[in-house]
């Protein structure tokens, strides 16, 4: 029988894993978490079954619950857990769930608590779960293929194809540790000054012209490295593909290719400069600038070593 998902682990009728999860919820509860401060001193453990969990993670405000609720998504279906009458949701089987739920959430899906995707702490979680609903359901060889026996596997592969592969020839891309940053003030505000707005920021490596990228780096205000959390994201799914193994302590053959894909990147896997050297000269210019604009010429800096 074909499947309902495309090769891109895309529903073929637009379903998200949520809405089908959701099905499966005959209760009027969404999900329920007791003493999530920690305020009383002592383990409460609670059975949910797994549309709550998922209901948890996309709603749930705060990290540590949308972490914990997870992390129990990773253990299911447990061995005790009571088999649901209802073996398919739109030709998806229900033990498949869980872990769709969390390559949603690996992906970007948007979180419903605050219609962004969840932090990339969270995501970097995430990954971690698949790799580990994958060994409590991995076959027992690793010469075991088709079918989903691979599925959290598919679903970390496929997430690293997307955003850390071209499209070309699939090499895998180079490692972003850091985004340049341009920061242009934006009038306004109560006081009626300069004030800082979302949309004064904007990252150099989403303009792909170069005339376009001068221009940004010449007329914005202030230039700011920070450190890209998508990498985070990165590594831990690194982490999670090199972890999976089938039932006999064994290697699957797709985890071997990908690390010796990610491996014979070498040196091409980490980004040197941020800027071109023109760019370079350009930014250089204007730190100048902006020093001299700040001391004006005749003005000298009087430093701690000097006497008057």
């Not at 202030?222 to 998508?230: A, Q, S």
């Not at 990165?234 to 090199?242: E, L, P």
């Not at 930014?283 to 009087?302: H, W, Y």
Request: net charge negative.
């Amino acid at each position: 029988a074909s499947s309902a998902f495309s090769a891109d682990h895309l529903h073929k009728d637009g379903y998200q894993a949520l809405e089908l999860v959701r099905i499966t919820n005959l209760t009027p509860l969404l999900w329920i978490r007791v003493d999530p401060h920690g305020l009383y001193n002592g383990r409460i453990s609670i059975f949910q079954q797994d549309a709550c969990l998922a209901e948890q993670v996309f709603h749930d405000g705060d990290a540590a619950g949308q972490v914990e609720a997870m992390r129990a998504l990773a253990e299911r279906p447990l061995r005790v857990q009571v088999a649901s009458r209802v073996t398919n949701i739109h030709d998806v089987p229900v033990s498949e769930l869980p872990v769709r739920v969390l390559g949603d959430c690996l992906r970007g899906s948007v979180a419903l608590h605050c219609d962004l995707p969840h932090n990339p702490a969270v995501r970097a979680q995430a990954a971690l779960a698949i790799a580990q609903w994958q060994n409590n359901k991995a076959p027992e060889s690793r010469d075991v293929v088709g079918g989903s026996s691979w599925l959290g596997l598919d679903l970390l592969l496929q997430y690293f194809k997307e955003r850390h592969r071209s499209g070309a020839d699939g090499a895998v891309l180079p490692a972003n540790f850091r985004r340049l940053v341009l920061h242009k003030h934006i009038a306004g505000g109560a006081a009626g000054g300069d004030t800082t707005s979302d949309n004064g920021y904007q990252y150099l490596d989403t303009l792909g012209d170069v005339e376009e990228r001068r221009n940004a780096i010449k007329f914005n205000d202030e230039v700011e490295i920070e450190e890209d959390e998508e990498y985070r994201v990165r590594s831990a799914c690194v982490t999670a593909i090199a972890s999976v193994r089938s039932q006999d302590g064994m290697t699957p053959g797709p985890v071997l290719t990908f690390l010796e894909d990610v491996l014979s990147s070498g040196d091409r896997a980490a980004v040197g400069s941020l800027l071109l050297p023109s760019e370079e000269d350009l930014l250089k210019k204007k730190q100048d600038q902006a020093l001299n604009d700040e001391f004006p010429l005749g003005r000298r800096i009087v430093g701690p070593g000097d006497d008057d």
